[in-house]
């Protein structure tokens, strides 16, 4: 009967397992067929970051949700292959996809524990896991992940699987693959790990949050100390090796890049081109953009605009705490590795370092300094910037207290200092006057602190740097540089507000009488540019400045033109003063040059509007020459001399400054580089007397092309034909032809030495005779048709 009924219990045992057999064979039948195709691992394209770049190839701009660096598997070192194969896949070079040993041992643990607590899955499985299917824990998946994993090994070597695995594994830190991991880490190449770094990114692959070093560091050491095990029982590493690993203490540098951080506003301006084009592909594609601005240009307008911010500052009262946060929420036991982590999210701009305060009374402060291990304090003398901010509840957020963020830089005796980002804020614009290239853009002072591009998006008024457009459209309206108007006050009954008197005035609050053209743009007199603006006529004006790229939305349809008015960005007035640069033709800006795919191949360039050649002629050559001709008295006795430090002969240019000093300008160039400069606040309120274009803005610009013309011959525009000089001023031609003899003996009034002499220009600086051009003989009339006797 024993014998009987072990036979019959054999028999029903051979008989399920052949019939399980069965149905696995037939299931196996039905699904294999039903796998998807590997294209995705045979053809793998990674989803690669956008990567933009300056004109000399410096890394300007990386984005994309998946940091990813493609590696080789030839190039990923042998230490690390061993990490990850010991950690993940014991049996990786023995198995068919599917580590039959692992899955028994696997098995066996879920059916006492009753429930799926652990898969066996090898490292081929999760390679087709991550690529064609879920994360859900059921034997479906499994079954299919199996199969997969079958599939993937008849297709591919144990290399090439492991090459998608190094690349494509997800270890936290927004790092994919150990290329970017060991980045993102420990800021150091892939083939410079050591064997305890290896192993301690070699646990990432199960759990990257559980075993982030950096958030729990004490259960990533269990993992790493585990991997190690595993590597000394297979003989990976010498037993030195694992004990010296074991006890190797690592730093962990958080993810910083390699990424230029002058050209910031740069890059996100061309990243918004990207998407515009491409889309979410743009930060997936791995495209590699190349701009028209170069490393060394970035870092010379940044120094620039920021050296001149930062002593505007200078002396400047405490405005409050950067930001804040609840320290209370920070766990004691890890208070200092949350106060880093925090820390971590702030950038350190012209050596000023974020410090997160921890104490605050009015006697000390206590602050932890980004990059720093210990606590510094501040008492007396060195706490008087923020005193009256400390604990101080009418400021609300801005306050200093416990939590607060504030900056701290280190003197030349290396003790800290509490300082602030100045709030004054400002843009430069740099273009190839030939080609609109552009070669320099800087947005503000610090784009981690307010992205806002000042270049591109702040609209304000020009001042007196619009004033050469409204004198452009006299030129060709039939006046010269050397017609006489009359500098005197207007009541001008109707254009004020609310239909009142407008009485404009001049800056300094002083008349002339009569000047020159020539002499008025030099000087900016108000009053001469609206009577030259009311003898022109408003809408021939309105319509004239639109050839230089203004809209005409932009700029108002009324005599307050002549004052700039209107509204315009740094970018706009560098293409429109490109225009007298270039002999008058209007180039369009742009910003990238090229891009290639992600295996080098170009897939775009641009090909731009060349002046002379395709760009559209915007004005007269004879115009544009005669007006750079002006300008360039500007830069030698008006209002921008100081630009006569750079020694050149080829500069022209031209202030401005708005009422109450809210907005201050300086627009120069040279026949092939224009740079705009513009200083004011966000929420525009007076600068106070240093608010002026050629105090503030143009030292910037002098900074700048310091650099950027170092090196660069000086140029001059060629005379355009069909123009003539009568004493120090150029003519049209045909104006001469108009009046063949000039009466020399029968000169227009002109301003009287002693009036001179008492004649400020519009910052309140005295321009006395021997500065001003004079015009040695009588300039041509006007043709008949064009008749301005009733403003002179």
């Known amino acids: 009967m024993i014998k009987k009924t072990l036979v019959t219990l054999f028999g029903l045992f051979l008989g399920l397992t052949l019939f399980a057999i069965g149905l696995l064979a037939v299931a196996v039948l039905m699904a294999y067929p039903k796998l998807p195709a590997l294209d995705a691992v045979t053809r793998y394209n990674p989803k690669m970051p956008l990567m933009i770049y300056s004109s000399d190839d410096k890394l300007i701009g990386v984005y994309g949700e998946e940091r990813r660096s493609f590696t080789k598997i030839d190039d990923f070192p042998l230490i690390l292959k061993h990490a990850v194969i010991a950690a993940e896949d014991k049996r990786f070079y023995d198995h068919w996809g599917v580590d039959t040993t692992g899955v028994i041992r696997a098995a066996v643990g879920n059916v006492i524990s009753g429930k799926i607590e652990s898969g066996a899955s090898t490292i081929t499985q999760q390679v087709a896991r991550n690529f064609f299917l879920t994360r859900e824990q059921t034997f479906t998946r499994k079954f299919n992940e199996a199969l997969m994993a079958y599939k ?8 090439q699987i492991l090459e998608l695995y190094f690349n494509q594994i997800y270890l936290g830190q927004r790092a994919y693959g150990f290329a970017a991991a060991a980045q993102a880490y420990f800021n150091k190449p892939v083939q410079d790990l ?5 192993a301690m990114l070699a646990g990432l692959p199960k759990a990257p949050s559980a075993f982030n070093p950096i958030v729990n560091p004490d259960r990533a050491k269990q993992r790493q100390l585990y991997i190690l095990g595993n590597m000394l029982e297979l003989n990976m590493v010498t037993r030195e090796q694992h004990d010296a690993a074991a006890k190797e203490e690592l730093f962990y540098q958080n993810g910083r890049s390699d990424v230029n951080e002058d050209a910031l506003y740069v890059a996100e301006m061309a990243r918004q081109i990207m998407y515009e084009r491409y889309g979410e592909e743009a930060y997936t594609r791995g495209f590699r953009v190349y701009t028209t601005v170069s490393s060394q240009n970035q870092r010379a307008a940044t120094a620039a605009l920021r050296r001149t911010l930062n002593d505007f500052n200078r002396g400047r009262a405490f405005t409050g705490a950067e930001a804040y946060t609840d320290i209370g929420r920070f766990p004691a036991e890890r208070f200092a590795d949350r106060v880093a982590q925090y820390l971590s999210n702030f950038h350190a701009v012209e050596n000023m370092m974020p410090a997160l305060v921890t104490q605050a009374d009015a006697q000390s402060l206590t602050l932890y300094v980004q990059g720093e291990a210990e606590p510094i304090q501040l008492q007396g003398k060195a706490m008087q910037f923020v005193r009256k901010a400390v604990n101080n509840a009418k ?15 280190k003197d030349k005796k290396g003790q800290w200092l509490l300082t602030q980002q100045p709030e004054l804020q400002g843009a430069l614009v740099s273009l190839d006057t030939q080609s609109g290239a552009i070669l320099a853009l800087v947005g503000g002072y610090d784009f981690y602190q307010k992205e806002f591009n000042r270049a591109i998006q702040a609209l304000r008024q020009p001042g007196s740097t619009f004033k050469p457009f409204v004198y452009s459209a006299a030129l060709q309206k039939g006046m010269t540089a050397g017609t006489s108007v009359n500098d005197a006050p207007l009541s001008l009954p109707g254009l004020g507000p609310n239909g009142t008197v407008w009485n404009p005035k001049n800056s300094d609050g002083k008349y002339a009488g009569f000047m020159t053209v020539h002499q008025a743009l030099v000087a900016s007199r108000n009053m001469i540019s609206i009577r030259i603006l009311m003898a022109i006529g408003v809408d021939y004006a309105h319509q004239y400045v639109q050839r230089f790229g203004f809209s005409a939305s932009s700029q108002p349809r009324s005599l307050s033109m002549a004052l700039g008015s209107g509204s315009t960005t740094p970018l706009e007035m560098a293409r429109a003063y490109a225009v007298f640069a270039n002999g008058g033709y209007r180039v369009a800006p742009y910003l990238i040059d090229r891009i290639y795919d992600d295996h080098g191949n170009l897939l775009a360039r641009t090909e731009p509007l060349l002046a002379g050649k395709t760009a559209p002629q915007a004005i007269d050559p004879r115009n544009a020459y005669i007006m750079t001709h002006i300008m360039k008295d500007v830069t030698r006795f008006g209002t921008a001399a100081s630009a006569s430090s750079l020694k050149r002969s080829d500069i022209a240019g031209k202030t401005g400054t708005t ?32 608010g002026y274009g050629g105090r503030i803005a143009l030292p910037v610009w002098i900074d700048y092309m310091r650099h950027a013309l170092q090196g660069v011959p000086v140029s001059q525009q060629a005379l355009p034909g069909k123009t003539v000089k009568i004493g120090g001023d150029y003519y049209y031609a045909e104006w001469q032809q108009t009046n063949p003899a000039l009466p020399l003996d029968n000169r227009a009034e002109e301003t009287p030495a002693d009036e001179l002499e008492l004649l400020l220009d519009e910052e309140g600086v005295p321009l006395q005779p021997n500065n001003l051009p004079s015009t040695t003989q009588q300039p041509p009339s006007p043709p008949p048709s064009s008749s301005f006797d009733n403003l002179f």
């Open 152 to 159: 993937i090994e008849r297709s591919l070597t144990k290399d």
């Open 194 to 198: 050591s064997i305890a770094e290896a």
């Open 395 to 409: 400021m609300g957020e801005r306050q200093v207290r416990p939590g607060a963020v504030l900056r701290v830089i």
């Open 659 to 690: 009422n109450e000093q809210k907005d201050a300008w300086f627009v120069g160039y040279t026949p092939k580089l224009v740079t705009s400069v513009y200083i004011g606040y966000d929420t525009p309120r007076s600068m106070g007397r240093a």
